[in-house]
């Protein structure tokens, strides 16, 4: 399996983008998928996941109500749409595919990561 994030970039604070994370190798249907981040100076933290059978959502209290995960299965593709971002946002963001949870060592396959900076 692999995957490839992408959709990072520079923005202010209060604005938007939206991830991508591609997924070949195998049936995209068959994994939780999940993204985390770091950022600098810190351990790599859970942000976000969607679970593999049930659809259901769920988010780190620090991104809820400002995050969304969300999967298209035509394009075997995995999002993350922020908004509202800010400062504290700012580090590099991983996609991942595996068990589901919020730990990373459900996950056996990790994206290649893609910075997300926002200016205050």
């Not at 995957?3 to 970039?9: P, S």
């Not at 109500?65 to 999002?79: E, L, P």
Request: charged fraction near 20%.
């Amino acid at each position: 399996v692999q995957l490839q994030a992408c959709g990072g970039g520079l923005v202010q604070a209060g604005g938007s983008l939206r991830l991508s994370c591609g997924v070949s190798g195998r049936p995209f249907s068959s994994y939780s998928m999940a993204w985390f981040r770091r950022a600098p100076g810190k351990e790599r933290e859970f942000v976000a996941v969607m679970h593999w059978i049930s659809r259901n959502t769920y988010y780190a209290d620090s991104v809820k109500g400002r995050f969304t995960i969300f999967r298209d299965h035509i394009k075997n593709t995995v999002y993350l749409q922020m908004n509202i971002l800010k400062p504290e946002d700012t580090a590099v963001y991983y996609c991942a595919a595996g068990s589901g949870g919020r730990d990373d060592s459900n996950y056996d396959y990790w994206g290649q990561g893609t910075q997300v900076t926002v200016s205050s």
